[in-house]
C-alpha cells in the first residue's frame, strides 16, 4: 500500500517556465490537499479538492492551477515559475468518515517536492 | 479567520528534561491534531484531540485539549535524542469547513545529549 505518493521529488525551474507537480493516493481518499513549507512559515494551503472533479482555493492559490480528473490524482500547475514558488510542496489526502470517527480529519502526507526556481 | 500560534518555535533541550510547548488558536474548534516532522522527510500523525479535556500519551509525549481556553499543550517527558523534530499543531475550524486544517509555524526541537 503506496498511501500517497508525490512525484518529481525534486526540480529546478527557469523564472517563466511551467510545470505540473502530480500527487497520486490509492486509499480511496475523498479529500486532497496541496500544501507549501516555507522556512518559519509552517505549511500553507494552496488549493483543496473534496472529490472528483472538484477543487477549491486555499490560503495562498495565486500562481497556482489544480485538477482532480481522477479521484486518485490531484495536479498543482505552475504556469509561469516565479522564484517566489521556491518551496517544498506537499499533498495530502484525507477520508470521507461519518459519524465521531477519531480518523475523521487525519490527513495522510506525501513525501515532498522539493522545487527551486531560479 | 483561524490563526494558530505555537510557542516556542524553537526549543533546545537536554536528554532527561521535561519541557511544554503551546498551541493557541483563534476560534471555536473541536479538532486539534499534533504532527511530528523529521527534517527532510514528510508529516506523521501523532494525535488527534477531539473534546474539550482531551489528553492522549505516546511514550513521553503527552497531548491535552483545552477548548474553553482555545489551548493545547504537548508535554515532553525526560526527553531523549529520538525526539529531536518539528512538531506542528493544526486546527479545524468547527461546522462545514472542518475538512480543511490550519497549521501552526511549527516549534523546532532539539534534544541534546
Known amino acids: 500500500n503506496a498511501g500517497v505518493t508525490q512525484t518529481p521529488k525534486f526540480r529546478v525551474l527557469k523564472t517563466g517556465q511551467s510545470m505540473t507537480l502530480l500527487c497520486a493516493q490509492d486509499?480511496?481518499?475523498?479529500?486532497m490537499y496541496w500544501y507549501r513549507q516555507d522556512p518559519g512559515m509552517g505549511l500553507r494551503l494552496i488549493h483543496y479538492s473534496v472529490g472528483e472533479g472538484t477543487t477549491a482555493k486555499g490560503e495562498v492559490p495565486d500562481g497556482y492551477n489544480v485538477s482532480r480528473l481522477k479521484k486518485q490524482n490531484f495536479l498543482l500547475g505552475l504556469e509561469s515559475a516565479a522564484p517566489s514558488q521556491t518551496s517544498v510542496y506537499f499533498c495530502?489526502?484525507?477520508?470521507?468518515?461519518?459519524?465521531?470517527?477519531?480518523?475523521?480529519?487525519?490527513?495522510?502526507f506525501g513525501a515532498g517536492t522539493r522545487l527551486s526556481v531560479l | 479567520e483561524l490563526k494558530v500560534e505555537q510557542n516556542p518555535l524553537f526549543l533546545s533541550m537536554q536528554e532527561g528534561k521535561n519541557y511544554t510547548i503551546y498551541c493557541n488558536y483563534s476560534t471555536t474548534s473541536d479538532r486539534l491534531y499534533w504532527y511530528r516532522q523529521d527534517p527532510g522527510k514528510s508529516l506523521e500523525s501523532l494525535f488527534v484531540?477531539?473534546?474539550?479535556?482531551a489528553v492522549k500519551q505516546e511514550g513521553r509525549l503527552m497531548a491535552s485539549l483545552d477548548t474553553k481556553a482555545r489551548l493545547s499543550t504537548l508535554h515532553i517527558t525526560a526527553a531523549v535524542h529520538d525526539l529531536s523534530a518539528t512538531y506542528f499543531c493544526a486546527v479545524a475550524e468547527s461546522g462545514g469547513s472542518n475538512y480543511k486544517l490550519t497549521f501552526g509555524k511549527g516549534t523546532l526541537l532539539t534534544v541534546n545529549p
Open positions: 495530502a489526502s484525507k477520508p470521507q468518515l461519518t459519524g465521531t470517527s477519531e480518523a475523521k480529519n487525519i490527513q495522510y
Open positions: 486509499m480511496n481518499h475523498e479529500y
Open positions: 484531540l477531539l473534546s474539550n479535556g
